[in-house]
Each structure stands twice: as C-alpha cells, then as structure tokens.
C-alpha cells in the first residue's frame, strides 16, 4: 500500500501546514507518556512510545485535507496499524464510535469501521521523521478519508463507545464523520447529498 488517493472537492493545495492548537500545545514527558485502548474492549492496554516504534508499521504517501480548505499533498505517514492496536484489545461488538482524546483535552470521533479500516494508522512518523512538537508529537491518528480535523494530536487515548458523542469541533458544527470525498463539512450538509438531493428532484 504505497500510496492512497482520496478525491478533494473544494481543497487547494498549500505547500506547509498550518498548526491548529485550538486548547494550546501541551508539554509532554515522553517518559511518562502511553497511548492506551480503553471503553468498550475486553482487554484495556498501554503502550509506551518505544513500544508503538518497535510494532510493525505501515506506511504510505497520502495527501492532509483540512475542512477549511487547504490541503497537503503527499505526505508520508508512518506507523503502526490503528485497527491492529485496536483488534489487540478486542473490542466489544457493541462499540461503533471510536473517540480520540488528547493531552490538552481535544477530542474527536470517528465511526468504527474507519478506524477498523486497513488504511488507518497511528502516526509516529510523517515525512521520515519523527513528528514536530507542533504536529502532534509523539502520536496522531491519521486516517485517509476523513478531514484533518479527526487527526487528534498529541494523542494519548482511544475510547471505544457505543453512541456517538460530539468532540471539541463537533460540538460546533462540525460533522460526525467529516470524509473529504463527500464533502462532509458541517452536520446534515455535504455537497454530495445536495447534489443528489437536486438530481432526484429534477
Ligand atoms: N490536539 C489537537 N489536535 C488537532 C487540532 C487541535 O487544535 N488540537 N486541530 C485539528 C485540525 S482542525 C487540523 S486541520 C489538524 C492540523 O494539523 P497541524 O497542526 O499539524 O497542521 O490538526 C487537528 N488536530
Ligand atoms: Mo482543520
């Protein structure tokens, strides 16, 4: 899987990031920090960020879509498989919402199967290198479909629940699943549906 293409209506590309800390950038003792699995899982786990490095990786070149409309192209993203990390724990059958929190308190969600998805990973690499503080370092789940706003930085948690529950941006707004193909901006509103929506009544 070397590299994976997502179509982005409505992005332009830019060529450096722009850096969201929206709750502020957190300091982070790389000794005392874990990654860990808990909610609805049979087996809640830690890990160490020397022991996500030692996991199998996968690794891949895919753009970075923000949902305000600037887009990264061809990113390298390493690290070890999300849906690995999370079939370790074995999740629950009930649980279909995955949340990601993070050391400053973001949060966001995602639908299961996306995190389940063969393409989902969790980030400890982009480009080569180790992540910049100011991208998310150690950690940052980065899942091609969806907009970067679903990529928590600074991550430290994946919760596994049953009922959706707004995070930080979705609370204001923004969309449940957010994928950059369907333009799933804002909650009840993709162009693809209105799109649709307009086809069907013509
Ligand atoms: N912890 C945290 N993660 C975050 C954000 C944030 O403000 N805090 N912003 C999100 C948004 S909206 C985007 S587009 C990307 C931006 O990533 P970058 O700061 O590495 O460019 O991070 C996402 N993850
Ligand atoms: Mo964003």
């Known amino acids: ?3 994976i293409t997502v179509e982005n209506p409505g992005q332009r590309y830019i060529s450096n990031f ?11 003792d790389i000794n005392k920090w874990r990654l860990c699995i808990d909610g609805l899982v049979r087996s809640k786990k830690c890990y160490s960020f020397d022991e996500l490095e030692k996991m199998p990786h996968i690794k891949y070149t895919a753009d970075f879509n923000c949902v305000t409309k600037w887009s990264i192209k061809d990113v390298v993203w390493e690290g070890p498989s999300l849906s690995h990390l999370i079939m370790d724990s074995i999740p629950d059958q009930k649980a279909k919402w995955v949340m990601f929190w ?3 308190g973001y949060s966001t969600p995602v639908p299961i199967e996306y995190a389940l998805s063969e393409r989902s990973l969790i980030a400890i690499r982009m480009n080569g290198s180790y992540l910049k503080k100011e991208n998310g370092y150690p950690a940052r789940p980065f899942i091609p479909d969806l907009y970067g706003w679903k990529s928590a930085k600074w991550l430290t948690l994946i919760e596994l629940i049953e009922d959706y529950r707004d995070g930080y941006w979705e609370q204001y707004g923004y969309h449940e699943v957010g994928r950059v193909e369907a333009e799933e901006r804002f909650k009840g509103f993709s162009w693809k549906s209105i799109r649709r929506n307009s086809r069907r009544s013509e």
């Open 1 to 3: 899987m070397d590299r």
């Open 18 to 28: 722009i850096i969201y800390d929206a709750l502020g950038e957190p300091e982070i």
């Open 102 to 104: 993070s050391a400053d």
